[in-house]
Each structure stands twice: as C-alpha cells, then as structure tokens.
C-alpha cells in the first residue's frame, strides 16, 4: 500500500510540474541588457470575427503589462498618435515609427488567432489562440515571441445551458492566454523584485 501511495505522489509531483512548465517562446538572449522599459501594445490583429475579444485582449495586456513591471502606456495615446500615421492600417506601424511617434522601447503587437464559443447538446468548448511579438523600436528586431492557445469545455443538459457555462469561461480563457504568455517575458523595470 505504501508503494502505491507514493506511485500516485510521484505522478502528481509531475503533473504538477509539467503543468507549471512554460509554454514555448523565442527571446533574445541579451533581453535584460537592451533596456526595454516602455512598450506599446498596438491594436490586435483579428483572424477570428470577434473584434470584441480583441478589445478585452488589449485592455488586459496593458493591465498585466503593468503588474509585469512595465509602466502604462495608454492606448488612447496610442491610438491618436498612430491615427495620424497615413501609411496602411494601424497594425502594420513599423516599429520604428511607433518609437518616433511615442517614444517607447518597444512594440508589442498581439494577433487573434482564434477566439470562439462552440456548442453542441450536451458539451461546449471556449477557445482563444494569439500570439504576441514584441519589436524592438531601435532597430525592429523581435525581442520576444509566443503563441499560447487555451481551450476550455463544458457540459450541460440542455443547448441552453452548454451556451451559458461556454459563454461563463470566454473571459477566463482570454486570461489564461494572456497570463500563460507573459510568464515567459522577464519582469520589467518597476517589477517588486527589482
């Protein structure tokens, strides 16, 4: 019995541990030395139909930015100084341009990749993919780079309450895509550790 039990304390030690693992990314080696302290996050590239998950997107990459270490730069500002870039659509700014323009370090651009409710009888899924390319504004080099995808499924009796328990999580995996990314992005200046 002794052997069983500590089997199954194993198993969950690395459960636990291969849950806690970061996701891939690619980064820069020198990422701490190139001083990135501001970092604008454009607007949200939208593969999916949901301009409303791109809104909640990046609200809350500047909110977790922040918490990160990373001062805010407000979107409002942002966005009037980009408006007034006449070159192709706002996603597409050169980095170097965002820097001239807001005098920031770097550009975090996020895409949509995929954010959708879907529902059946009796199960239902809530899925949301992005990924996240941060660009130097010096020299347009990419610092960092992650996709991240969370999923999440319900069940329920009835058509109805397989859409509620689905629609309940949509916010929660917009999160969970978001937390799960920037745990591979250093802490910025103004982190509590710093």
Known sequence: MANWLRALLLMALIFVAGCAAK?????????????????????????????RSAAMLRAKLVEELYFKGYPRVPLRLVDERLAGVSAGSREEVAPQVVGELLKVDAALYPTLNESRLGSGLFYGSTAAEAVFELRSTRTGEILWRVRHQEVFRSFGITRQSVELRASQVFEKAIDGVINRALETLPDGPEAGGN
């Open 23 to 51: 996701i891939p990314h690619t980064i820069v080696s020198d990422f701490g030395q190139r001083g990135t302290k501001l970092i604008a996050v454009m607007p949200v590239k939208i593969l999916s139909a949901d301009v």
